[in-house]
Nanobody
Framework: QVQLVESGGGSVQAGGSLRLSCTAS?????MAWFRQAPGKEREGIGS???????DYVESVEGRFTISRDNAKNTLHLQMNSLKPEDTAMYYC?????????????????WGQGIQVTVSS
C-alpha cells in the first residue's frame, strides 16, 4: 500500500496559478489527481503512468498539467488560469501495479487531500 501526502495548496485569485505536489512512500505505476468541491461528487482530473503518459478529463485539459519524478516518487499538478469553480479539495491517488493507467481506473491508495481556493 502506498502512502501519499499532498502539499502546495492555498488561496489564489481567478486567473492565477498553483502547483500541487504529492509525495509517495514508494513507487507506483499509475498516479492521478482528483478533486471534490463542497456539495459535489469527487471527479477525476488526470492520470500519469510510469512512462509519463497522461490522461486528462476535458474540463481541465489545456489548463492543468500532471507530471511525475519517478526517482523521487513525487507527483505534481500545475494549475494555470484558475477559475472559482476550481475551488475544491484536491487528492492524490495511486495504483501500485496496473497494465492500463487512465483517469477512470479504480485507484486504491489515497492521500488525505489539500484545499485549493480560487477567489473572484
Amino acid at each position: 500500500q502506498v502512502q501519499l501526502v499532498e502539499s502546495g495548496g492555498g488561496s489564489v485569485q481567478a486567473g492565477g496559478s498553483l502547483r500541487l505536489s504529492c509525495t509517495a512512500s514508494r513507487a507506483a505505476t499509475c498516479m492521478a489527481w482528483f478533486r471534490q468541491a463542497p456539495g459535489k461528487e469527487r471527479e477525476g482530473i488526470g492520470s500519469v503512468d510510469d512512462f509519463g503518459r497522461t490522461d486528462y478529463v476535458e474540463s481541465v485539459e489545456g489548463r492543468f498539467t500532471i507530471s511525475r519524478d519517478n526517482a523521487k516518487n513525487t507527483l505534481h499538478l500545475q494549475m494555470n488560469s484558475l477559475k472559482p469553480e476550481d475551488t475544491a479539495m484536491y487528492y492524490c491517488a495511486a495504483l501500485p501495479i496496473v497494465f492500463d493507467c487512465f483517469i477512470g481506473a479504480k485507484f486504491t491508495d489515497w492521500g488525505q487531500g489539500i484545499q485549493v481556493t480560487v477567489s473572484s
